[in-house]
């Protein structure tokens, strides 16, 4: 298998399971702010991976920057209230991520989640450290699958897109890392597994990565 010497991660369950913690949200969002009651978890599970702003407006209908910030706001203070209990990493994260650091490899992130957000969770499981590039939608005017956040990850890390794998568990990501010049790689503990046929590569957990490095 060809060896890597730059790793880019998407954060939501990638690295992260955020499932649980992101449904009982969006649940308690749309109890607040009447929003839709027949959606489902897979519909709630489908639209993870774009930015918070298009989410909701896929479930509200447009909505205004004060509205928004109303949503947001009251959405992020439940969500810190209960993450520490409704996240957990995914298989083989801890070890893997330190053993590339060991490697001596370039790490990234390249996330729909703000850092705002992210930050927490990522503190919270000992992993800031590993990535000194954590791409948000702060940094691009584009978002995935748009391969822009991905470059900008590849020039922030100083790494040649040939020589880089991106990780990810939607199309989304797979998309978005081909569009750049990027190797793929799709998690097969995605809920939905519509991006493993595009990707170059799977694994069943993150430990299988060490077989590239």
């Given at each position: 298998m060809k060896e890597y010497s730059a790793y880019l991660f998407d954060l939501d369950g990638t690295l992260i399971?955020?499932?649980?913690?992101?449904?009982?949200?969006?649940?308690?969002?749309f109890e607040k702010f009447g929003g839709p009651v027949d959606v489902t978890d897979d519909e709630i599970n489908n639209l993870i991976g774009i930015p918070y702003r298009e989410q909701i407006n896929r479930f509200?209908?447009?909505?205004?920057?004060?509205?928004?910030?109303?949503?947001?706001?009251?959405?992020?203070?439940h969500q810190l209230s209960v993450f520490k209990t409704a996240l957990s990493l995914c298989p083989g994260v801890q070890e893997t991520i330190g053993d590339l650091a060991k490697l001596g490899k370039k790490l990234g992130i390249v996330t729909s989640r703000t850092l705002e957000s992210g930050q927490p969770f990522l503190e919270h499981f000992g992993l800031m450290s590993f990535f000194p590039v954590i791409v948000t939608p702060d940094h691009t005017k584009r978002h995935k699958p748009d391969p822009e956040p991905v470059k900008e990850a590849l020039k922030q890390l100083?790494?040649?897109?040939?020589?880089?794998?991106?990780?990810?568990?939607?199309?989304f990501d797979i998309e978005a890392g081909r569009a750049a010049g990027t190797a793929?790689?799709?998690?097969?503990?995605?809920?939905?597994?519509?991006?493993?046929?595009?990707?170059?590569?799977?694994?069943?957990?993150?430990?299988?990565?060490?077989?590239?490095?």
């Open positions: 399971d955020t499932r649980r913690m992101i449904i009982a949200c969006f649940r308690d969002t509200f209908g447009t909505v205004d920057d004060r509205l928004y910030a109303e949503i947001r706001r009251e959405h992020m203070k100083g790494a040649q897109p040939q020589e880089t794998l991106f990780v990810g568990d939607a199309l793929t790689c799709f998690t097969l503990w995605s809920p939905v597994d519509v991006g493993a046929a595009a990707a170059d590569w799977t694994v069943s957990d993150m430990r299988q990565l060490l077989d590239f490095s």
